[in-house]
């Protein structure tokens, strides 16, 4: 089973691209740790770099990036539009695939100590991974920001870290570490440069002020193009959708004579996220994932799979009833000629294995969430196969009886 996770730093600079680069090259040098995706914005002065892969490899890749930001990023004289308490301003795990939440938070408890222990940044722990009830949310972690975090943390024990000394680092803040479920980071734009609109519309629609479940939001100044923006947490799209986000600010925008100009995506979101938005938008009647084109054409790549199974599973059986124990093979009395035509055979086999299990490979990339546990299986078993048969050639070889002109074989 594959255990993969997703990891999400937000850094505090998004104008000096540069030092995003050096960020972003610091976490790619981690063998099973992959860069996704990255976007940096001015106003907010602020970079979302989305890693993936499996867990100890993500987790030692956001260490390495937490390291070079505090390198980088200087706290005392940044700033921007985006609330921040770090260089790296928060780090949360997300599970994807073979791996619990559970074991999310005890992997991010293990990144928090190593971020102590090599550079001496002080971390706060939210959502799943909160130690105490009144930092589960991410906005009470980050209440006065860096400036006033930093002078709370020395006299409020409440206000001090869950890692650490009760003090900040001098230009790199603390980091919030987390562990969450997949997040839609969403904003939308608005035809209006004052800022008290978009913030009276994020007080509307968030939650935690009566409006939408699953939905955190701030307003923001982008005084680089003249706009006000509406930026938006979307915790659980499922319950709550884009469209419905969407409609909600577009309608709040109409109350306060002002309209939606577009809106953008910061980071990757959920296939699922666009279908259903794209289902109530078109109010398509007979929609579902399997009309999508690339849907059906991996589903239609993934027909054969039954079948090489079937037929793996059968060459697996006839090949251990051939060979059955690899101690049936008796090296002082088999024929030499029997013998090197089996291990010839079984070279055949595992060649083809390989090759079968290379096309696994390639067919997985357009492979639909439906049918990769087959395609995993697949995988598995002609890899299992190919050993198993490269281990029955070793074994034959070695039945050879050893005659004066054996060196000419």
């Known amino acids: 089973m594959n255990r993969l996770i997703e990891c999400v730093p937000n850094f505090s600079e998004g104008r000096d691209l540069a030092k995003v680069d050096a960020i972003a090259a610091a976490m790619s040098g981690v063998p099973g740790a992959w860069v996704l995706d990255r976007t940096s914005d001015a106003d ?108 709370d943390a020395l006299s409020d024990p409440d206000r001090s870290p869950d890692i650490g000394e009760p003090r900040l680092h001098p230009t790199a803040g603390a980091t919030a570490v987390g562990v969450r479920k997949l997040l839609i980071a969403y904003n939308v734009h608005l035809n209006t440069s004052d800022v008290t609109i978009a913030k009276a519309i994020a007080k509307a629609i968030r939650f935690s002020s009566g409006g939408l479940r699953h939905v955190k939001a701030i307003g923001v100044n982008l005084r680089s193009r003249g706009i006000a923006q509406v930026s938006i947490n979307l915790t659980d799209f499922e319950q709550t959708p884009l469209h419905r986000v969407f409609e909600m600010v577009k309608r709040e925008a109409e109350r306060h004579g002002c309209k939606v100009v577009g809106s953008e995506i910061i980071g990757l979101v959920p296939q699922q996220a666009i279908n259903l938005s794209a289902e109530y938008y ?90 990769l546990s087959d395609f995993r299986a697949g995988r598995q078993l002609a890899l299992t196969a190919a050993r198993d048969a490269l281990d029955t050639v070793d074994a034959n070889l070695k039945a050879i009886p050893a005659t004066p002109d054996s060196s000419s074989d």
């Open 44 to 151: 907010h002065n602020r970079s979302v770099i989305t890693l993936a892969g499996e867990p100890e490899a993500v987790a030692e890749a956001a260490i390495r990036g937490v390291g070079k930001a505090a390198e980088l990023i200087d706290l005392t004289k940044q700033s921007g539009a985006h609330p921040r308490i770090g260089a790296t301003d928060v780090l949360p795990f997300i599970p994807l695939e073979g791996v619990s939440l559970e074991e999310c938070v005890a992997l991010a408890r293990r990144a928090a100590r190593e971020i102590w222990d090599r550079y001496r940044i002080p971390v706060y722990f939210y959502e799943a991974a909160a130690t105490k009830p009144e930092r589960v949310n991410l906005e009470d972690v980050r209440r006065g920001q860096f400036e006033g975090l930093r002078e």
């Open 282 to 371: 078109l109010q398509l009647e007979n929609f579902s994932p399997a009309r999508i084109l690339e849907n059906r054409l991996a589903a239609m790549a993934g027909a054969p799979a039954q079948p090489a199974l079937d037929g793996l599973h059968e060459a697996n059986r006839k090949l251990a009833e051939e060979t059955g124990s690899r101690e049936t093979v008796e090296p002082l009395t088999a024929s030499r000629s029997v013998a090197r035509d089996a291990a010839r055979a079984s070279l055949e086999t595992a060649l083809a294995a390989l090759q079968l299990f290379e096309q696994w490979i390639q067919l997985k990339s357009v492979a639909g969430p439906s049918i």
